[in-house]
């Protein structure tokens, strides 16, 4: 076996600079072709609208101001973090990119650091919103621009709630379990998603977990907190809540499913973003005009949590010209450009700056006012804990999901949570 | 000599493009390795932790249960396949080629058609369980931990039973009538003809497609990731889609190395009976 | 025809009761993607209906598919794609089998196991070392990365096929060839070869579908839209978020595929007739 790998690395190199030189050439024509460009790397957006207005009214714009192409590079949603990676990686790529969550943190060294243009963009904005910084932050650094928050909400239908006698949206969790029993029994069931999907599971249970007053790590982001009476009250809650209000489908549910069962009249509540009032307008207007959008309910603590979802724009180290790519940066970020780009998403990507809290796009749609007002109890996972690496692996592992999922399948409150304290305990060992 | 001039190109190809990935992750499975930043050598300890991560064998478990069950399935099934294909009927051409339309799709939209298929809301069953007042809403194909498994291993065998069915029909002689007679005059019957005459042919074949049928579907990664993305509660993660969370959205590239490497010993095993199996001197 | 003799209802044992399950259950999801694929967004998202008929078919998902998307442009990427992969795969894939089926020399069983052994090194998360050697012959944004790389995953399976093929044609013929005077070459090109045509489409049948189906190379290689195939380039523009535009989703699905099911069903006509009629004569 020894001796295969030996000699294959040998071949290996050997080939390696044999097609290398062929390679050469053909980089070489075309490099020529494209002169001062640069690639922006971007999730593509289910608003069509706002993906076209960087392509048909941004790029063109600056290409005309300076002369450099911008190329927007779109990239589905489940993908964007793979492609961050390689581009992180190979040092090739993209020079500028869109990040999520703590990415800015897990890409640091492959990132610029931009506090000049941070503090440049806020002072111009009106100041950056304090929870922006939990994810751009890293050692007292910024490494991305925070762009927008895409905000995690309780989206119901009006109707069936005003049915049941609940006519504004229950203000604490119990309350919305004592709605959702009444649903059930008219066949109006919740959806909350808690499988293994990349956002609506963790948007509503950590919240959840929160409100309960639990926490996963402590502040100083190395003492597990997880096996604690609150943790143990939010877990029998949840079981409570899944098994009088939702159906078995949740269990194995991804991002997709509850906007899907939503649209489809299956499910009465559930937590995600503006895309499912988006759609609805759209394509079922019935179910559109009855859908309301409200902030999370509150925890015994009294207190209510969001997931913070920052869309933030970092600049790769090997980028050849670090200075057009803050200049594009600064120029972007400038209300003159990127109003005109929140515009078009409807409030969808709500703005770090302060300058925007009561812009007019807020006002297109004020169902989704409570989006804006959620951005100052919005926190990643794993906070009060600063953002760190077995954060991630945890997030990756679905610690804090699984818990949950595993009580409402009917394991006991203990099991799961030993089971996921020693799950983090193992992860957190590092810290 | 002539030997070695033909297999050397494909070997050197094989070696440029497959070995320097292959050392890489080797290194990087004992390396811890943060993503974007250098990695620090630290033995086995990526493997320790993974043998202390309860998660790890639940994937263990998965993946060969996955495995076993889907190639099985296959097997049986695409023999059936194969000897009902192998007939004379009307539109044979057609239909042999229609019949290989799950496998020609591409595996991320045909998974996600598969999400209405096995969403109680939509699927067939559910709707007919629901219009005779049988059951509302039905089985959770998705959201039961073990009907889960089992509908991931019939999306498995319903992208890979033509290809199965097809090759197998390649190797199966034609319903050639020297054939058929030759075994009517020895008064074999279907079945012992089926035995002593169409399986021997097609042995080679078969071992060939099983084998690595078993190698891709213990590597699999697109259809459980379109469709439950591990869950519920881990019930569907197998060593590729773990190794990928772990290294990609967690960004631990060492232990993400760690997880899909593990899959490494079985397949070698695998790999080694197949080289032995097709030594050859061997018929 | 002793089938037609042993009558109708052994026919329909043997023939038609298990050919419709396996048809059934093969085709019945693309029945599912056809009816999606012209069906409102307002009736596929109804439950209440039965979700295999269509009330008001539209062809709009078509209609967007076509002149919104890059579609057409992708087709023909994932075509070139998979005609350069599979021929090289299949060059490959001949000249690894034939020396490992035919002669006998040292280190024949090791090869056969570092061919195989390719396999070993799990694609999902490997693909970075990979793009580092796209990106030093700076072939990103280019098909050629994916030619290039896709016959490492298609090289083993191939020749492993193609050697279980070469074995069942008895030697004996080539023997026969060589005794008339012809050369090593000359027997390879004219007798053998040819026999072994259902061998190089089963091959080749797998190969192009791999390479059609491709998701991850793909998606890591290709990031330009006028570059990409199908499978990342539906991804990349129909799956928006938790969004799905599941209509124009499943219309790429059937007209990604039924063409070249049709396309497959001519040399189907060819695949039964060569290797075995030769093998079973001796």
């Not at chain 3, 070459?185 to 797998?206: H, N, R």
């Not at chain 3, 497959?264 to 039964?272: A, G, K, R, T």
Request: proline share 6%.
């Amino acid at each position: 076996m020894a001796s295969i790998i030996q000699a294959a690395s040998r071949r290996d190199i050997l080939k390696i600079s044999a097609l290398t030189a062929v390679g050469g050439i053909m980089g070489a024509a075309r490099a020529s072709a494209a002169p001062k460009q640069m690639t922006m790397m971007h999730e593509s957006s289910f608003i069509p609208a706002y993906d076209a207005y960087f392509k048909n009214t941004i790029a063109p714009a600056y290409e005309k101001a300076t002369g450099i192409k911008i190329v927007y590079e779109t990239v589905s949603v489940g993908s964007i973090q793979t492609r961050d990676t390689t581009v992180a990686e190979t040092g090739t790529g993209a020079e500028m990119a869109q990040m999520a969550f703590n990415w800015p943190f897990l890409f640091d060294e492959k990132l610029v650091d931009v506090t000049d243009i941070a503090k440049t963009i806020g002072e111009k904005g009106g100041g950056w919103h304090a929870n922006a910084q939990e994810a751009v932050v890293v050692n007292g650094k910024w490494k991305a621009i925070p762009f927008g928050n895409i905000g995690q909400l309780m989206n119901y239908r009006t109707d069936w709630f005003e049915e049941v006698g609940v006519k504004s949206f229950p203000e604490t969790w119990h309350e919305l379990l004592e709605a959702g029993i009444k649903l059930k029994a008219k066949d109006h069931p919740f959806g909350f998603e808690l499988g293994h999907g990349f956002g609506d599971n963790h948007g509503w249970l950590y919240p959840l977990l929160w409100s309960f007053g639990a926490r996963e790590v402590d502040k100083d982001g190395k003492t597990v907190a997880i096996d604690s009476h609150e943790t143990a009250a939010a877990v029998d809650f949840c079981r409570e809540f899944f098994q009088k209000t939702m159906f078995e489908d949740c269990l194995g549910w991804t991002d997709v499913s509850n906007n899907k069962a939503f649209l489809s009249e299956q499910i009465s509540c559930t937590n995600n973003a503006e895309s499912i009032l988006y759609v609805a307008k759209r394509d079922f207007p019935e179910i559109g005009k009855a859908t309301g959008q409200a902030q999370n309910p509150k925890g015994p603590s009294g207190e209510r949590f969001h997931m913070l979802n920052p869309w933030t724009h970092g600049i790769f180290t090997h980028t050849p010209d670090v200075q057009a790519a803050k200049d594009f940066m600064v120029w972007l970020m400038d209300p003159k450009q990127v109003a005109g780009w929140y515009d078009v998403a409807d409030s969808y990507y709500g703005p770090f700056l302060h300058m925007y809290d009561d812009a007019s796009f807020w006002h297109k749609e004020p169902r989704n006012l409570p989006y804006r007002d959620s951005m100052a109890n919005s926190h990643l996972p794993g906070w009060p804990a600063p953002i760190s690496r077995p954060q991630s692996e945890s997030v990756a592992k679905y610690v804090v999901v699984d818990m949950f999922a595993k009580a409402c399948a009917g394991k006991s409150t203990k099991e799961v949570i030993a089971d996921a304290a020693a799950q983090l305990k193992q992860i957190f060992k590092s810290a | 000599m002539f030997s070695w001039l033909m297999v050397g190109p494909p070997i050197l190809f094989l070696c440029a493009l497959v070995g320097y990935p292959f050392l890489y992750g080797i290194l990087l499975s004992l390396e811890d390795r943060p993503v974007a930043h250098a990695g620090t050598f630290v033995g086995l300890a990526n493997f320790v932790a993974d043998a202390h991560d309860p998660v790890f064998w639940r994937v263990t478990i998965n993946t060969f249960v996955y495995t076993f069950f889907a190639t099985i399935l296959k097997m049986i099934g695409g023999l059936g396949l194969a000897l009902v294909m192998n007939q004379d009927f009307r539109a044979k051409n057609l239909i042999r080629a229609l019949m290989l339309l799950p496998f020609i799709v591409p595996t991320v939209l045909s998974t996600i058609a598969w999400m209405w298929m096995l969403d109680p809301g939509f699927s067939v069953i559910n709707w007919l369980l629901r219009y005779f007042g049988l059951a509302n809403p039905g089985p959770s194909w998705l959201g039961s931990p073990i009907l889960a498994m089992i509908s991931l291993i019939i999306v498995n065998v319903w992208r890979g039973l033509p290809f199965y069915g097809i090759t197998l029909l390649a190797g199966l002689p034609t319903s050639s009538p020297d054939l058929s007679e030759a075994a009517t005059i020895d008064g074999a019957g279907t079945w012992h003809r089926f035995i002593y005459v169409t399986l021997p042919l097609l042995k080679p074949v078969i071992f060939i497609v099983t084998m690595f049928s078993i190698i891709f579907t213990f590597a699999d990664f697109q259809l459980v990731y379109v469709l439950t993305r591990g869950g519920p509660a881990n019930a569907t993660h197998l060593f590729a889609t773990y190794a990928f969370d772990i290294a990609m959205g967690g960004g631990q590239l060492g232990m993400g190395a760690s997880v899909a490497l593990a899959m490494l010993p079985p397949l070698a095993l695998i790999i080694i009976a197949m080289s032995i199996y097709m030594k050859p001197n061997k018929s | 025809m002793s089938v037609e003799r042993g009558g109708l209802r052994l026919r329909a044992l043997k023939l038609w009761i298990p050919l419709g399950a396996f048809m059934v259950f093969t085709l019945f999801p693309f029945y599912w993607m056809a009816v999606t694929s012209i069906k409102p967004n307002s009736e596929l998202y109804n439950r209440k209906i039965m979700p295999m008929i269509v009330y008001h078919p539209t062809l709009k998902h078509y209609v967007d598919l076509l002149t919104e998307t890059n579609f057409l442009v992708w087709t023909w990427n994932t075509f070139l794609v998979a005609v350069v992969s599979t021929a090289i795969s299949l060059v490959f894939g001949t000249m690894l089998a034939y020396p490992l089926a035919r002669m006998k020399f040292a280190g024949s069983a090791l090869i056969s196991f570092a061919v195989a052994a390719t396999y070993l090194v799990p694609q999902p998360l490997l693909f970075i070392p990979l793009a580092d050697i796209i990106n030093q012959l700076h072939l990103g944004d280019t098909l050629t990365s994916v030619m290039l790389t896709y016959p490492t995953l298609l090289v083993p399976f191939c020749a492993w096929l193609l050697m279980g093929y070469f074995r069942s044609v008895p030697v004996e013929l080539e023997d026969a060839a060589r005794i008339d005077g012809a050369t090593r070459l000359q027997t390879i090109f004219k007798v053998f070869l040819p026999l072994c045509v259902p061998g190089f489409i089963s091959a080749g049948i797998f190969a192009f579908t791999l390479s059609q189906n491709e998701f991850l190379y793909a998606l890591i290689f290709l990031t330009q839209t006028d570059v990409r195939t199908v499978p990342v380039g539906a991804i990349a523009e129909l799956v928006k978020g938790d969004v799905f535009y599941w209509g124009q989703l499943m219309a790429a699905a059937l007209l990604g595929s039924v063409p070249v099911a049709v396309i497959y069903s001519f040399f189907v006509e060819h695949y039964v007739a060569g290797l075995t009629a030769g093998a079973v004569k001796q």
